[in-house]
Each structure stands twice: as C-alpha cells, then as structure tokens.
C-alpha cells in the first residue's frame, strides 16, 4: 500500500515537473506569432494607416523621419517632381502640425510643420489659431530670409501665400544675428507656435520657396 501511494506521488510529482518545463514554451508560442500571422499583421496595419479618408491617402509612416529633426526634410525619400503632377496643391493641419503635397487625391508628401498660437477671440469666446483658415493661393514674394524688428523674429527661405509677405511658409524661427532659435525650431511637428505663418524645417522651408509655383492652392483646416 505504502508503495503505490509513493509511485502515484512520484508520478504526480514527475507530470508536475513536465507541465512546468513546458510553460515557457508554451508562454513563448502564445507571445510569437507565426511569420505568416506577422505578414498579414503588417500588411493590415499598412492598409488601415493608408486607407482613404476624406478622399485622401495618409502619410506612410516609414517615410517620415522619426525623431522629427528639423536640420532635415521630414521624410526620407526625394521630394516630389511637380513636372510630373496634374493638379498641385498644398493642404495644412494646424491640429495635426502637418503640411500635405498632393496631386490630386494623392498624397505625394508630408512635412512637419507649426502653425500659430491658439488665443481666445474676445467676440466669440472661441480659442482661435492665429494661422487663417480657409483657402488661399501661393503668391510671388518669396526669398532667403527676413527680420522682424517688431516681434524680434526671423526665418530662412520665405514663400506669401497671403497678404504679400504677411502670412509666409517659412523655415523654422531665427532671432536676431540669423541664430536658429533652437526652444521654437524643436516645436516643429509638435505643437503650434507662430505668429500665423506655417513653420517648416530648413529643407523643406528651401524646397517650397524653390519650387512652390505662384497660383498654387493652399487649404488650411483647423
């Protein structure tokens, strides 16, 4: 009797070894999908992030550059051709601090920008950016940088989309000398913070007063 009682316990104590020296294993299958399973992950997660909205594709991740720098331009590949474009435009979110290229219902490239400072308009009660919305048309003046006496604050490579020269897509804030102010410039992609202009960084503020046609539309949403 005494005997069979300490195979079974022996038995038992064996089987419960067993299951414990399988538990990470069976922990690890749980946590590590197939290849396969990973491949379909990815690709759903790609068609959700590029799924139209609104009639417009989203940005690809992967392209834009993570952490946000703004010596650099906000994506990873070359900008885009606008000899091969249809329709042109430019489309800014103040609230998502990006500015679109598309041609048409494509988006053809995203960049990280800043808007202006929310206040709160005494008539309405209603917080406001100090960046206009609505829509709006690139404008000829354009150049490498400027100086604003009044509010102490520069920029580098300035294209007008309204009131010839007032409100500008410019390059991140210089201070007076041409210095780069690095607490505003890492803003950028962030947070708003101008006085109305929509910020770029260095490159892509050089890119737009290059190459951003005179006529372009440019929709600026909230």
Same mark, same amino acid.
């Given at each position: 009797?005494?005997?069979?009682?300490?195979? $079974?316990?022996?038995?038992?104590?064996?089987?419960?070894?067993?299951?414990?020296? +399988?538990?990470?294993?069976?922990?690890?299958? $749980?946590?590590?999908?197939?290849?396969?399973? #990973?491949?379909?992950?990815?690709?759903?997660?790609? $068609? #959700?992030?590029? !799924?139209?909205? !609104?009639?417009?594709?989203?940005?690809?991740?992967?392209?834009? #550059?993570?952490?946000? &720098?703004?010596?650099?331009?906000?994506?990873?590949?070359? =900008?885009? &051709?606008?000899?091969?474009?249809?329709?042109?435009?430019?489309?800014?979110?103040?609230?998502?601090?990006?500015?679109?290229? =598309?041609?048409?219902?494509?988006?053809?490239?995203?960049?990280?920008?800043?808007?202006?400072?929310?206040?709160?308009?005494?008539?309405?009660?209603?917080?406001?950016? +100090?960046?206009?919305?609505?829509?709006?048309?690139?404008?000829?003046?354009?150049?490498?940088? @400027? @100086?604003?006496?009044?509010?102490?604050?520069?920029?580098?490579?300035?294209?007008?989309?309204?009131? !010839?020269? *007032? =409100?500008?897509? !410019?390059?991140?804030?210089?201070?007076?000398?041409?210095? =780069?102010?690095?607490?505003?410039?890492?803003?950028?992609?962030?947070?708003?913070?101008?006085?109305?202009?929509?910020?770029?960084?260095?490159? &892509?503020?050089?890119?737009?007063? *290059?190459?951003?046609?005179?006529?372009?539309?440019?929709?600026?949403?909230?």
């Amino acid at each position: 009797m005494k005997l069979v009682v300490k195979n $079974r316990i022996y038995a038992g104590v064996c089987l419960f070894v067993a299951i414990i020296g +399988m538990g990470p294993e069976l922990r690890n299958n $749980r946590q590590k999908p197939s290849k396969a399973a #990973r491949q379909t992950q990815v690709a759903s997660n790609s $068609r #959700r992030e590029n !799924h139209p909205k !609104h009639g417009h594709t989203t940005a690809q991740p992967s392209r834009m #550059r993570v952490p946000i &720098d703004w010596h650099k331009s906000s994506e990873t590949v070359p =900008y885009p &051709d606008l000899a091969t474009t249809k329709d042109f435009w430019v489309k800014v979110s103040l609230k998502k601090n990006r500015t679109y290229l =598309y041609d048409g219902k494509k988006l053809l490239y995203t960049m990280y920008s800043t808007g202006g400072m929310y206040k709160r308009n005494p008539q309405t009660g209603k917080m406001e950016s +100090m960046t206009p919305t609505g829509t709006y048309y690139a404008q000829a003046e354009r150049g490498d940088s @400027f @100086f604003n006496s009044s509010l102490n604050e520069g920029a580098n490579y300035y294209v007008s989309w309204l009131d !010839h020269g *007032t =409100y500008l897509f !410019h390059s991140v804030p210089t201070v007076a000398g041409g210095a =780069y102010n690095v607490k505003e410039a890492d803003k950028l992609g962030k947070s708003t913070g101008s006085h109305g202009c929509i910020r770029l960084s260095i490159p &892509d503020a050089q890119w737009m007063s *290059t190459h951003l046609p005179v006529g372009t539309k440019i929709v600026i949403v909230n």
